[in-house]
């Protein structure tokens, strides 16, 4: 009877330990799973920084203006052109 008890105990001791070694394997895989998402996060605030003073470049009133005279060739109007209409 106690040498039953005895292979029971042991074979409890040996689940436990298996057990103990997959929770440990489980916990070092959702680890790197979130430092890999840490760094994928990193990488997007970076993108989105850069996403950011791009915008911010291009949307500048400079910019607008030197376009509105290169490309589509405006101009402020003159006093002369300047129509003022009353309601």
Known sequence: MTRVVAVV????VLATALAAVLVSQDC??????????????HQLQVE????????GTL???GRIEK???EKYR???PAL????MVQP
């Open 48 to 55: 989105w920084g850069r996403y950011l003073l791009e915008r």
């Open 67 to 69: 376009l509105g005279v």
């Open 80 to 83: 002369q052109e300047i129509i």
């Open 9 to 12: 105990l042991w074979l409890l």
């Open 74 to 76: 405006l101009h402020a």
């Open 28 to 41: 070092r895989r959702i680890y790197m799973q979130l430092a890999k998402h840490q760094r994928a996060e």
């Open 59 to 61: 949307a500048s009133p």
